[in-house]
């Protein structure tokens, strides 16, 4: 391999990709050429970085410089003055809000110092589509190990001292998941991995495929080991393309080298991997749905048990774990389960990838410790809430998960913490709320979620997930009744109960937490009519402010429903009667001479 | 590279090896990180020939652990080209008025050999930094 001074290590996740970071990829490689730094230079494109908010990202290396938020016309500069001339560019690197001095360092800055990772190893180190770079960082030792120097029951016992529980939602512990597959007798059995991931605003698992496709084929070979199985699948969403080649050309890459199909590495055991993609539907994520959609059958959920261990596709014992449990995996077989368990909390063990979004200053991707403050994920490595407005809840679990609000900042992010606060550790999504979200509203939009993607099977579910919307939404239409939340509790519970999956059993926390949290703001908008928060639109109304309305007209030519009156330099006037409530009056206004209005009860009619 | 020759277990090993210097860079970890100034100075002195026999050299050693850097001018613009050998758990080293063969001189005997170049050294240790 050749001898590089310098790698830019260029951030080709999907979301710096949305931003041009291909376009920045390509300006560095014209510039480098022109410079004519060819072999002294190496440009790569990487997996996502995780500082999903500073994208396009450029990290040099040795020297460990971060560089974000760059342009095309940034490139010239950069390889002219960091490259060429050894003068790392101030201008173009990261400063922490409220600060001045920029932070040269990546290691030095708060976003990642406090991460630990594991399943994201390789994020932003390596080229994903170079199967010898993820070999140079230590890739398909463990597989090495684990077909070499182990027996099955050894493989399992390590993934069980290890304390690994399953990333998908549940924590099922892995090496129990793992043993109870193996004790079945019939062949033959299959691995799965699902990344159908649907949650509004999480992008983990994507985001691990893309990095490091490799870890998760890695860590599925030698599952397949551990319960002998033949044959597995990676269930992608068709949404994730980025994520389904990359994992198509490591699997392709994988079987050109033996480390898949017949005879891996020499030591005589055959596994083979398929891509099936998945239409996307939220559903589909839940285990024994998802099977039904590998086996091409409409994806619903079944009775469980018996479980998939024993019983899965088709009818065949089959082991199927999330995209971040299999890239978790050699990680444990490599460096043993006692540096596992040495992480994490007492019954957590390791770490957890989060992707942190909603009102935050640093959206992105992180991996953390379990037991890790929920403090030190939004303040510490988020940067707190952005535009100085006040933290209010933040959203853990995703549409099943619920949320939790300022004074529960400081609990311990593990499984039994956040199920007994009435969230859950989910997948990971982390959407952080501030003063200006109305929890009503934010149930309303989960609910709508769930109602859409319950899959019909469970009456409960089904019915359930629908009346509850439609309370939720009468309650953010000035249409609610004060019994509604015993009735709305009521039917969270019964939901919760007598629904067959994790959907239907996890439909009602987005309601019960925010009462349990925020039940001031429903009781505020039943009884006054009243949101405090000024997102529901019944319940608020845009007036002009007399006193600093300079009469410019702008708010006029942005009304799209001509329902502004007033002449040149006169106070403006909105007719309340025609108002949409669209807000593009208040955008438009220079002078904050708009404001939504709250306070007093509004009357419905 | 790899190929499509099947890998077994000694092969991983082998590529392992061959790409430690992937690891040493992007990890930005080595036992040895050489600094060579390319201010306009050192660029006009010729630093740049520096820099290609420097890599050329490690090439040849077929050494995967040291780092090169660039950096801008150190100050003493007389002296160019210059550059600083920094050893993992020693004070910097600045070596000035290089020429190929010094820089082959140093390279064996300091870089690889741990052992300074003394009639060459500038300065051992760095600027106070305010």
Same mark, same amino acid.
């Given at each position: 391999m050749k001898h590089y001074r310098a790698h830019l290590l260029v951030c080709a996740g999907t979301g710096c990709v949305s931003c041009g970071s291909f376009k920045i990829k390509e300006a560095l490689e014209k510039e480098v050429l022109k410079r004519g730094l060819q072999d002294e230079v190496q440009v790569v494109a990487t997996g996502c970085n995780g500082f999903c908010e500073r994208g396009p990202i450029v990290l040099v290396q040795p020297d460990g410089v971060f560089y974000q938020l760059l342009k095309v016309e940034d490139v010239p500069l950069l390889v002219e003055e960091h490259l060429l001339k050894g003068r790392p560019v101030q201008k173009l690197m990261y400063v922490p809000p409220a600060e001045k001095q920029p932070v040269p360092k990546m290691k030095d800055i708060e976003f990642f110092k406090h991460q630990r990772l594991i399943a994201l190893r390789n994020r932003g180190r390596i080229d994903p589509e170079k199967i010898e770079e993820y070999?140079?960082?230590?890739?398909?030792?463990?597989?090495?190990?684990?077909?070499?120097?182990?027996?099955?029951?050894?493989?399992? %016992?390590?993934?069980?001292?290890?304390?690994?529980?399953?990333?998908?939602?549940?924590?099922?512990?892995?090496?129990?998941?793992?043993?109870?597959?193996?004790?079945?007798?019939?062949?033959?059995?299959?691995?799965?991995?699902?990344? %159908?991931? @649907?949650?509004?605003?999480?992008?983990?698992?994507?985001?691990?495929?893309?990095?490091?496709?490799?870890?998760?084929?890695?860590?599925?070979?030698?599952?397949?080991?551990?319960?002998?199985?033949?044959?597995?699948?990676?269930?992608?969403?068709?949404?994730?393309?980025?994520?389904?080649?990359?994992?198509?050309?490591?699997?392709?890459?994988?079987?050109?080298?033996?480390?898949?199909?017949?005879?891996?590495?020499?030591?005589?055991?055959?596994?083979?991997?398929?891509?099936?993609? @998945?239409?996307?539907?939220?559903?589909?994520?839940?285990?024994?749905?998802?099977?039904?959609?590998?086996?091409?059958?409409?994806?619903?959920?079944?009775?469980?048990?018996?479980?998939p261990a024993q019983k899965g596709a088709w009818g065949q014992p089959t082991v199927i774990n999330n995209v971040e449990t299999w890239a978790t995996v050699p990680n444990i *077989?490599?460096?043993?389960?006692?540096?596992?368990?040495?992480?994490?909390?007492?019954?957590?063990?390791?770490?957890?990838?989060?992707?942190?979004?909603?009102?935050?200053?640093?959206?992105?991707?992180?991996?953390?410790?379990?037991g890790i403050t929920l403090r030190d994920i939004v303040y510490g490595i988020g940067g707190g809430v952005p535009d100085k407005r006040d933290f209010k809840a933040v959203q853990i679990g995703g549409?099943?998960?619920?949320?939790?609000?300022?004074?529960?900042? %400081?609990?311990?992010?593990?499984?039994?913490?956040?199920?007994?606060?009435?969230?859950?550790?989910?997948?990971?999504?982390?959407?952080?709320?501030?003063?200006?979200?109305? &929890?009503?509203?934010?149930?309303?939009?989960?609910?709508?979620?769930?109602?859409?993607?319950? =899959?019909?099977?469970?009456?409960? =579910?089904?019915?359930?997930?629908?009346?509850?919307?439609?309370?939720?939404?009468?309650?953010?239409?000035?249409?609610?009744?004060?019994?509604?939340?015993?009735?709305?509790?009521?039917?969270?519970? *019964?939901?919760?109960?007598?629904? &067959?999956?994790?959907? @239907?059993?996890?439909?009602?926390?987005?309601?019960?937490?925010?009462?349990?949290?925020?039940?001031?703001?429903?009781?505020?908008?039943?009884? %006054?009519?009243?949101?405090?928060?000024?997102?529901?639109?019944?319940?608020i109304r845009y007036v002009v402010l007399a006193e600093k309305c300079t009469g410019c007209q702008s708010c006029k030519k942005a009304c799209p429903n001509d329902c502004i009156k007033g002449t040149l330099k006169d106070v403006h006037l909105i007719d309340q009667s025609k108002c949409i409530k669209c807000g593009a009056c208040k955008e438009a206004c220079k002078f904050e001479a708009i404001e939504e209005q709250r306070d007093e009860a509004i009357q419905i009619v | 590279m790899a190929g499509t020759k099947k890998l077994t277990i000694q092969d991983l090993a082998k590529i392992r090896e061959k790409t430690k210097s992937l690891m040493t860079i992007r990890e930005s970890e080595g036992r040895a990180r050489v600094t060579v100034h390319m201010g306009t100075c050192g660029i006009a002195a010729g630093a740049r020939d520096i820099m290609d026999i420097l890599l050329r050299e490690?090439?040849?050693?077929?050494?995967?652990?040291?780092?090169?850097?660039?950096?801008?001018?150190?100050?003493?613009?007389?002296?160019?080209?210059?550059?600083?050998?920094?050893?993992?758990?020693?004070?910097?080293?600045?070596?000035?008025?290089?020429?190929?063969?010094?820089?082959?001189?140093?390279?064996?005997?300091?870089?690889?050999?741990?052992?300074?170049?003394?009639?060459?050294?500038?300065?051992?240790?760095?600027?106070?930094?305010?």
């Open positions: 070999i140079a960082f230590d890739g398909y030792e463990a597989l090495a190990k684990a077909l070499s120097e182990m027996t099955p029951q050894a493989i399992i %016992d390590e993934i069980a001292a290890s304390g690994l529980r399953g990333r998908g939602g549940a924590g099922f512990p892995t090496g129990r998941k793992w043993a109870l597959c193996a004790k079945e007798k019939r062949t033959p059995k299959y691995i799965i991995c699902n990344g %159908d991931e @649907g949650d509004p605003g999480a992008f983990m698992d994507r985001s691990v495929l893309e990095a490091d496709p490799h870890a998760v084929i890695e860590g599925m070979v030698i599952g397949a080991k551990a319960i002998g199985a033949s044959k597995g699948f990676v269930y992608i969403r068709h949404e994730y393309p980025l994520a389904i080649k990359r994992v198509e050309i490591a699997i392709a890459q994988a079987r050109e080298n033996g480390l898949l199909g017949e005879d891996i590495l020499g030591t005589g055991f055959a596994f083979d991997l398929e891509i099936v993609q @998945g239409a996307g539907a939220f559903v589909s994520g839940e285990e024994t749905a998802l099977i039904a959609s590998v086996e091409g059958q409409v994806a619903m959920p079944r009775q469980r048990p018996p479980y *077989i490599r460096r043993g389960a006692a540096w596992f368990a040495g992480l994490g909390t007492e019954t957590s063990k390791g770490t957890k990838i989060f992707a942190l979004v909603g009102k935050i200053a640093n959206t992105g991707l992180v991996e953390v410790p379990m549409p099943s998960g619920g949320c939790l609000p300022a004074k529960m900042l %400081d609990l311990p992010v593990d499984y039994e913490s956040l199920t007994a606060a009435g969230a859950m550790m989910g997948s990971g999504g982390m959407i952080v709320m501030d003063d200006k979200t109305c &929890m009503v509203d934010v149930a309303k939009y989960f609910l709508n979620f769930l109602q859409d993607e319950s =899959c019909g099977k469970c009456v409960s =579910c089904r019915e359930g997930t629908q009346r509850m919307y439609e309370i939720v939404k009468d309650i953010t239409e000035g249409k609610g009744k004060e019994s509604d939340l015993a009735l709305l509790e009521e039917l969270a519970l *019964i939901t919760k109960d007598a629904s &067959m999956c994790g959907l @239907g059993q996890t439909a009602g926390n987005p309601v019960l937490t925010t009462l349990r949290y925020f039940r001031h703001e429903y009781e505020a908008h039943i009884l %006054d009519k009243r949101c405090p928060a000024g997102v529901c639109k019944s319940l | 490690i090439g040849t050693a077929n050494v995967q652990d040291i780092i090169v850097t660039t950096s801008g001018c150190a100050g003493l613009c007389n002296a160019e080209p210059m550059m600083t050998v920094e050893l993992k758990g020693h004070p910097p080293v600045k070596y000035g008025y290089l020429t190929p063969a010094k820089m082959q001189k140093i390279f064996v005997q300091h870089i690889l050999g741990g052992q300074m170049v003394v009639d060459l050294v500038l300065g051992v240790g760095s600027e106070t930094m305010y």
